[in-house]
């Protein structure tokens, strides 16, 4: 999976339907993570939540979420 072009995906959906602030989180913390590790977790955890917050979002969004998640976890990476 190219993880990299799943999130930005994401980034792209969010500013497409006006969600510009977490978009632009979802960038700042994709652009200064340290690690591959650093940027699956915590970026997966703050689009997870973001979609639990607002469940009536794009449904690529939920797709392209779970995609990630599951990568997460075939790689030993839980995701809460």
Known sequence: MD???????????FRAEGYFTIAND???????????????TSFTFKVKEFLKKNPKLNSEL????????????SIGLIIN
Do not use: G, R, V
């Open 26 to 40: 979802l960038s700042s913390t994709k652009d200064n993570s340290c690690s591959a590790t650093e940027i699956l």
């Open 3 to 13: 993880f990299y072009k799943t999130m930005d995906s994401i980034i792209d959906i």
């Open 62 to 73: 939920n797709k392209l979420c779970a995609e990630l998640i599951k990568f997460c976890y």
